[in-house]
Structures are given as structure tokens and as C-alpha cells.
């Protein structure tokens, strides 16, 4: 069965700094990766994904992900985080029919 | 404008009382599914929709029913409610089965059931 673990439950980053947030899977076969956005009382809105070829892929907001094979990893990156960032980010694989979710990383911005 | 439009958005309930979520979205999606949210869960899916009069379950379909009648709605049905059913829900679709380059979900912004 698929499976996606995100090993952090909270990140905190201050303003300006880097941000990486991990994302390790388990799939049978080449995975389909997306990594989701939930601003407070929102729905999800779709970052990036990754299905196919090069394997950095470039996202919404300034956001990019590398998907690395050898090490079931799909981390997510930003080079300069903004207050507006703050939500919870999910990772998630796509199998056939199904949408597997990590249980999210709550990304909080400090001035 | 392309949306997912579910309601209500915030309902309370007794145990016991059938309600129903409703969901439709205007994309013309085939693929339709419903998740919960709960707190250190992320999202679990409930059901899903590869299209019309076909769905399917998904990893927590227990307490629940869908029906895909047409292609732009698919009802959540809760025919007896109970206090393990609250829950943040959502429902999302997509213009093809997940594993595809148009696989990407669109959602709603959530129903927040309370099952008192």
C-alpha cells in the first residue's frame, strides 16, 4: 500500500530564511508526487507535482520540490520564505484512483 | 469561474439524524472524491468517483454512502451519525484518475460536521 510520512509535525523559519520541508513515500512503482497547500480555513491548493522527467520541479509562490529515486524523498523548498506562507503543506502520492496524504508539517513564520 | 462548492459549510447534528453533504463542482471533472480531516490524521479518503454510476471505496468508507447520478455532483450521506463522524470534510475532483499528468485534485473548502 501507499504510504507518504512527513517526519516534521511543526517547522518554525523566520522571515527571509530557507524552508525545506520533507516528504519521504512508499510506492510499488514511479510514484505521482504533489505537494498541497492549506491556508487557515481554506481548502488545498495544489503547489507542484512531480509525474514524470526532470526531477526538480517548479511550483506556485516560488516553491520547489526534487523527487530522488534512490531515496523515496519529494522535499519541498523555498529560497526565501514571506509571512504569507504560514499554512500547513501536505505531501501526497497519487496511485491509480487514490490520493494518499502525509499528515502534514504546520509552517509558522517568525518576523 | 471553476470551483468545487460544497454545503453546508458548518452543520451540528445529534446522533442518529441522516444528513447529507453536498458537493458539485463545474469543471466537468470525471474523478470525484471525498475526504475527512482530523487533527494529526491528515486527510483519509471516504469515497471516490472515477464517473458517473461508478464509485468506489476509499480507506475510511465506514458510516458513509455516496451517489454520482450526474457527473458534476456527488452527494456524502450520513444515514446515522455518530459523535466519530466529526470531522472536517472535503471534496475534491479532477479531470482524470489520479496517476495521470491532469491528476491534480481541486477542493472544496471543507464542511465542518459537529455530531453531537
Known amino acids: 500500500a501507499q504510504s507518504v510520512t512527513q517526519p516534521d509535525i511543526h517547522i518554525t523559519v523566520s522571515e527571509g530564511a530557507s524552508l525545506e520541508l520533507r516528504c519521504n513515500y512508499s510506492y510499488g512503482a514511479t510514484p505521482y508526487l504533489f505537494w498541497y497547500v492549506q491556508s487557515p480555513g481554506q481548502g488545498l491548493q495544489l503547489l507542484l507535482k512531480?509525474?514524470?522527467?526532470?526531477?526538480l520541479v517548479q511550483g506556485i509562490k516560488g516553491f520547489e520540490a526534487e523527487f530522488k529515486r534512490s531515496q523515496s524523498s519529494f522535499n519541498l523548498r523555498k529560497p526565501s520564505v514571506h509571512w504569507s506562507d504560514a499554512a500547513e503543506y501536505f505531501c501526497a502520492v497519487g496511485g491509480y484512483s487514490t490520493l494518499t496524504f502525509g499528515k502534514g508539517t504546520m509552517l509558522l513564520v517568525s518576523p | 469561474e471553476a470551483q468545487v462548492t460544497q454545503n453546508p459549510r458548518y452543520l451540528i447534528t445529534v446522533t442518529g439524524k441522516k444528513l447529507t453533504v453536498t458537493c458539485s463542482q463545474n469543471?466537468?471533472?470525471?474523478?470525484m472524491s471525498w475526504y475527512r480531516q482530523d487533527p494529526g490524521l491528515g486527510l483519509r479518503q471516504i469515497y471516490y468517483s472515477m464517473n458517473v454510476e461508478v464509485t468506489d471505496k476509499g480507506d475510511v468508507p465506514e458510516g458513509y454512502k455516496v451517489s454520482r447520478k450526474e457527473k458534476r455532483n456527488f452527494p456524502l450521506i450520513l444515514e446515522s451519525p455518530s459523535p466519530n463522524q466529526t470531522s472536517l470534510y472535503f471534496c475534491?475532483?479532477?479531470?482524470?484518475?489520479?496517476?495521470?499528468?491532469?491528476?491534480?485534485?481541486?477542493f472544496g473548502e471543507g464542511s465542518r460536521l459537529t455530531v453531537l
Open positions: 475534491a475532483s479532477s479531470l482524470s484518475k489520479i496517476k495521470a499528468d491532469t491528476g491534480e485534485l481541486f
Open positions: 512531480y509525474f514524470s522527467g526532470d526531477t
Open positions: 469543471m466537468n471533472h470525471e474523478y
